[in-house]
């Protein structure tokens, strides 16, 4: 089996492909380019989208040739794969805005030099296709018959399926075939939901330039799967308490990226460290080896340092220390400005934890606190009528406070 492949499945990057062993003997014969696929239905990506451009990167560790697509032609439509409902329809300023937030995203974590890996929007061939023309050569190499045999569809169907999604399929393989005409693109790889969409592609490059006869093996495609990547617990991976983590700081602040990765289950560490960090696989089992909560929080420093850098890293890992241990740097911690007079006049506990949002509503602090999950500077409160005020700042002049285990802010009193 060739070595790149190998090392994907050794990550757990594997699910199906197309012609596994076909694929293996052309990556032995050299470099190949494949590609990635992501729509921009948002202005960033979370923590599920990223997980194929992780396997790129190994990819193109490898010397293979690696293409973000993003769909600012498809994203017009919206991919019905994995949704029970059809997506809403954004405006196309706002799918044009997203793809170029999507592609500095992208850019930061891959590193686009223009050679061993690039961006491309699929935009450039969809927008102006004529449609007549598009349905004659292309929309005569599908069979609705197959296409409603995948899940994708299937599901759908149960809840009802537009006629602009069933489209996505056909306009998804057209992307490949493109890329194949255009760099030569021989792969396409996404998760296990992409199946459908991804061998229709491949399916339609055979049909169009004979890619499985001995004489024009320049024109094989093929299409590899990685498993969804879901919680042990049984939820959708990238999910946190508050919804999807993303990858933007301002809809996601670094500390809570940190402490995500930082509170998955025990069982997922392992997993986690081979999908999401680019650790040797021999340092992950020694890591994992030994105390699970060290080995958790290594997970939450590397996870954040590949996405946001290290120093943003550093930043999270002391703030953590220092709000769970005493040993770190406040600074490094969530912090809110609150005006002395606000203390001096006294806050009811209630008000203080929903104004620093630790709380969605006052109802919730009030049920916090009566189990016993509320304390301010190590302090346990118990008393929902409580008034705070300077006398129970600490020695300089801050309050931290604590929402169960994991939630916690320090104000800094102006």
Not at 16 to 28: A, K
Not at 113 to 121: E, L, P, R, S
Not at 247 to 260: A, C, K, M
Not at 375 to 386: F, L, R, Y
């Amino acid at each position: 089996m060739n070595k790149a492949i190998e090392t994907l499945q050794e990550r757990g990057f594997f699910n199906q492909c197309t012609d596994l062993e076909g694929l293996s003997n052309r990556m032995d014969k050299g470099p190949i380019t494949f590609y990635v696929g992501c729509d921009p239905t948002g202005n960033s990506l979370h923590i599920g989208h990223i997980v194929p451009f992780f396997a790129l990167r190994h990819l193109r560790e490898a010397g293979h040739c690696g293409i973000a697509l993003i769909g600012g032609g498809t994203g017009r439509i919206g991919d019905p794969s994995g949704k029970t409902e059809m997506r809403k329809m954004l405006d196309y300023s706002q799918i044009d805005s997203n793809v170029e937030s999507i592609k500095k995203q992208l850019d930061k974590f891959i590193g686009f030099d223009g050679k061993t890996a690039f961006a491309v929007n699929n935009k450039d061939w969809l927008e102006n296709l004529n449609y007549i023309d598009f349905l004659r050569d292309i929309g005569s190499c599908f069979s609705v018959n197959k296409m409603l045999t995948f899940e994708e569809y299937k599901l759908r169907l149960e809840r009802g399926l537009s006629f602009i999604e069933f489209n996505y399929q056909l306009l998804q393989a057209y992307d490949f075939y493109m890329l194949h005409k255009k760099y030569g693109t021989v792969l396409q790889i996404g998760g296990a939901d992409q199946w459908g969409n991804i061998t229709a592609g491949v399916d339609l490059i055979r049909r169009k330039l004979g890619g499985t006869t001995e004489l024009n093996l320049e024109h094989q495609a093929f299409g590899l799967t990685f498993p969804l990547i879901m919680r042990s617990d049984g939820k959708k991976m990238g999910k946190s308490e508050k919804g999807a983590v993303f990858l933007d700081p301002v809809l996601t602040p670094v500390f809570e990226f940190f402490q995500y990765w930082r509170n998955v289950a025990d069982a997922d560490v392992k997993r986690f460290f081979l999908l999401f960090t680019f650790l040797p696989v021999s340092e992950i089992e020694q890591i994992c080896a030994g105390d699970i909560n060290s080995a958790k929080e290594r997970l939450a420093y590397e996870v954040t340092a590949v996405i946001h850098g290290k120093e943003e890293a550093e930043k999270a890992l002391s703030g953590a220390k220092a709000a769970f241990s005493g040993e770190g740097d406040k600074a490094s911690m969530p912090t809110l400005e609150f005006e002395r007079s606000a203390f001096e006049n006294g806050i009811n506990i209630c008000d203080l934890y929903f104004d620093t949002k630790l709380c969605a509503t006052k109802s919730d602090a009030r049920r916090l606190i009566q189990q016993g999950g509320a304390s301010i500077n190590g302090k346990s409160i118990t008393d929902v009528k409580q008034v705070i005020s300077m006398s129970d700042a600490d020695s300089d002049c801050e309050f931290v406070l604590k929402a169960g285990k994991k939630k916690f802010c320090r104000i800094v009193v102006k």
